[in-house]
């Protein structure tokens, strides 16, 4: 029987320590096991180099169409100024054949955060947000500001999909069916993280992490950030 292509790329549902052990020949460095961090199709762990490494997982499919060519996100998050997040020192990719079949992997090595955590996404997450200093509200507004600001080619790919005006209109269409017209005409693109929700920000201190996906985006808005408050999300139209 075929395995479900949800499954196929649920890395809770396998056995990755080949992929684990790969990482380290190919970067040389050591995994701490304790370290782990397993979601749905990423791996992340703090290296023997005091570094972090993130491991995903892409079907091949999304590799083509729009978003060929543009280069893996990390990456290309190093031509970004002013924007609070940690540096990029190198990475890799290569097809997932013979034991995932129509599959690609990529690893990047970043900058190990410390000093900070990522703002928790269960029931506490409300009280730990709304005790972040205004310092953060305003280091993220600047950041926002700097990455709407960035000239790029680049299109925002969430969940794998570039952004387009029919993906945005017939998801508004979805929610909120009796909606007239939308004048997506009238719609602003600017560059956005694409992925800014509150699991991949830190804090005390503001960091915002996972960038595989960030671009040209419609949205509301960087000064939309100075209206923010937990409760809200922070994730771009």
Known sequence: MTE??????????????????????????RLDPDSVVRKRRTIGAVTSAGSWVRIELRGSE???????????GFEAAEALTGVARPQWFRGASWRGEPLRPATVWRVDEVELIRGAEPIRTKAEWLE???????????????SLEALAATDTSRLATPDC??????????????VFPGLEDLHPERWQWMTAHAD?????VTGPRLWITDWEDW???????????????????????
């Open 4 to 29: 479900p292509a949800a499954q196929r790329y649920d890395l809770r549902h396998h056995d990755v320590r080949d992929v684990m052990d790969r990482v380290e020949q190919m970067l040389d460095v």
């Open 62 to 72: 999304r590799m083509a169409g729009p978003v060929a060519g543009q280069g893996w």
């Open 128 to 142: 730990e947000a709304d005790a972040l200093p205004q310092r953060w509200w305003d280091d993220l507004g600047t």
């Open 161 to 174: 999909q570039p952004v387009t005006t029919a993906r945005v209109e017939a998801e508004i269409r979805r």
């Open 196 to 200: 800014l929700g509150w699991a991949n």
């Open 215 to 237: 671009g040209r985006a419609i949205t509301t808005g960087p000064e939309a950030v100075r209206h923010m408050r937990p409760g809200v999300t922070l994730q771009p139209a």
